[in-house]
């Protein structure tokens, strides 16, 4: 028995405790509604955690990421949890019944869809972390600002791809369209990928740093900026 059946079960032995014998439609909009609230409390619950332990409890960390982090995820969160209190409300009105497959659907999508928002806000935020202290040593992050437009589209795309799967649509031919593409645009973009890896590279394995004196073929001079 899920958990909407039970709260209907419990609405309609406190009816009958009352010696009430309300209408069907009556009864599953009380129980809809008090399983709304149900869900409103534990989503209250779940963000005073959130606000009471886990930040308090990142505060005292010596780095500020924790602190964004769960400042970035616990309203999302709170959301994700009256998400699921409407979709298990509705699916006790009989009314919705022949919209159901419709309504398991939209539902679906959108905790796809707002998990993505989450992941992508962790990634912005731990990027961004990543390129303020990369700001103070004087370096660019400019080179950050696009890995973090890569990462997004990949979480999103990734995402497209599990919404289609729940859709049971054939993903083969989007994965083969998909590869047939990337390797088409990365021979149209040789040259770009070509520095744009080079890029990454000098980014994070750090060959030279601000100040050292190197030299390049004929050229030679001291890092100024990276």
Sequence with gaps: MDFGATILNLVESFFDLLGIQPSDVLIQAVTAISIILVFLFIGFIVYSIFERVFCRWAERTKTNLDDEILKNIKKPIYFFVFLIGIYTAIRVITLFDEFKTILDYVFIIAEILLVTFIITRVVNVIIAWYAEKQRKKGVSEHILFVLKKIINAIIVIFAFLVILYVFEIDLSGIVVGLGV???????????????????????????????????????????KKI
């Design 181 to 223: 593409g990337g390797i088409a645009i990365a021979f149209a973009l040789q040259s770009v990928l070509s520095d744009l890896f080079s890029a990454f590279s000098i980014y994070f394995d750090k060959p030279f740093e601000i100040g050292d004196f190197i030299v390049i073929g004929d050229d030679a001079g001291v890092v």
